[in-house]
Structure formats: C-alpha cells, structure tokens
C-alpha cells in the first residue's frame, strides 16, 4: 500500500471512529444525579439506577431542618421540593450499606432564591403526584370546569371527596414506613388513609394553579401521626382536613371545612 493509499485509509478509519463515538454518546446520555433544571419552581429532580439491591434515601436539609424521602434506584426520575424558604440547601442521595449506616452516592449544595415562594406547593412531586394524563386530573378537570374561583373550586372538591370516599381502616397494618400515596389508585378506589386523601385533594388543587400543601403532623381530632391539607385562598393558607370530615359525616359532629389552626401541629409539610 503506497503512502497516499495509507493516509486515504486512516482518515477513514477515524472518521469512522468518530461516527461511531458520536452515535454511542446520543444513545447512552445520562442524567445528572441531582438535577436543578426546575430551580426557579424550588424542585430538584434526582435520577440514579443502582447495580445493588440496597435501600437509598433523599436527604434534604437547610439549617437546622432535615427532611429525609424514600427514593427508587431504578432508573427513573423523582422530584422533590425544596420547601423550607430561600437560602442554602443540601441535597444527598444515600445508599444503605449496614444497619442503619447511609453513605453519599451524590451531594449538592444549591441557592434557592425564590420571587414567589408559594410555587413550590404547585409542583407535582413524589407523595403529590400530577400530570394531565391520570384519570384522577381528568376527573378533577371535568368536576371543577364550571368552577369559576378557587373557594368554589376548593368548596367543589371537599364536598366530593367528603361525600364519596372511605377511610380503609384495614390499610394501616400493611403499610411501611416508605410508604408514597398513588392518587390514581386512591381516585380509583375512592377510598385511603388520611395520606391518600392529602395527596388526591392536593394534586387536583395544584393542577388547577391552586398553591396546595399535604401537611404531616398531629391533630387534636385524630388518635396518632395525620396528614391534612393547606390551600391558599385569597391570600391566606387555611386548613382543611377531608379525612376527618369524610369519617365525621352521618354523625352528630359539626363539620365546618376550614378548621381551626390551634388544633393542628404541623412537623413537615409538602
């Protein structure tokens, strides 16, 4: 082979390699672990697939609070809100790796510098689950069309879920403590624990533009640990508990839907 016969022949041979190299890179793009694409909403989205079997968790910290989340190492992504205010946040993915000792997988700090920080409570995250797709958004969309403000909207949907959906007494033992509500499952059964209902009315809120809270904490009505719901209406967050009014109906207790912020404590809110 001549020297001219050569040159023509390298020169194909890294063009294909380049090629090669350019197709390989569209196909196998990876996310980044701790993505904050949708920053300027407060959210973080993580994304990491495990070669293990091990348990990981999302800690969330800002200060002094720390909020730890369940999180799948399947591949798929999670989001999470960043609902403490505006500030420093860290954000880590653990893995489990003995008893109850966690090692960093992933780690970043992020500013949170917020215009408006009731966006963060529109967001669809991991227990506040929306998109247009799920029958119980289409559902919500069709119940509340006619709705022509958010107290109607807010009266609509309490009014329904009041009405038409069960307390499922015999899901309590069968729970664990990662446990994450599915609203098209609650929608579809029309019936849960006081978690599923927080995240059905919140994510139907939400995907109306109604800044929605699930709140987890204590209540003077309810015997243990109770999730409940905030909305804002009219520039003020007020509380409304479609789990207790659900279970009140038939009785002799007076039912009002806002209810009285001196009987909750809230420990964490979403």
């Known amino acids: 082979m001549n020297k001219k016969m050569r040159l023509i022949f390298c020169m194909l041979v890294v063009f294909a390699t380049l090629s ?29 697939k495990a070669a293990d079997a091990l348990k990981y968790k999302v800690l969330i910290s800002k200060g002094e609070s720390k909020i730890a989340y369940p999180f799948a190492s399947d591949g798929s992504t999670t989001s999470y809100p960043l609902q403490l205010g505006n500030g420093t946040y860290k954000v880590g993915l653990l893995k489990n790796v003995s008893g109850t000792k966690y090692v960093y997988v992933a780690q970043k700090t992020i500013e949170l510098e917020l215009k408006d920080p009731n966006i963060v409570f529109l967001n669809s995250i991991q227990n506040v689950k929306w998109d247009e797709e799920l029958k119980a958004i289409e559902f919500g969309k069709d119940l509340l069309e006619k709705s022509t403000t958010d107290n109607k909207r807010l009266q609509v949907l309490y009014g329904y879920l009041v009405k038409n959906m069960k307390y499922d007494y015999d899901k309590i033992p069968t729970l ?95």
Request: proline share 2%.
């Open 176 to 270: 664990t403590s990662d446990y994450i509500p599915s609203v098209e499952k609650t929608y579809e059964d029309l019936k849960g624990i006081c978690y599923d209902y927080s995240a059905l009315f919140a994510s139907i809120e939400r995907s109306h533009g109604i800044p929605t809270k699930l709140v987890k904490g204590y209540s003077k009505y309810v015997n243990g640990y109770h999730a409940w719901n905030e909305i804002l209406i009219d520039g003020k967050w007020v509380i409304v508990d479609n789990t207790v009014d659900s279970t009140w109906k038939g009785s002799s207790s007076s039912v009002t839907m806002i209810k009285n912020a001196k009987y909750y404590t809230k420990v964490n809110e979403y």
């Open 20 to 48: 090669a190299s350019s197709s390989f890179g569209v196909t196998k793009e990876v996310k980044e672990t701790i993505d904050v694409t949708n920053l300027s909403k407060g959210v973080i989205d993580v994304t990491y």
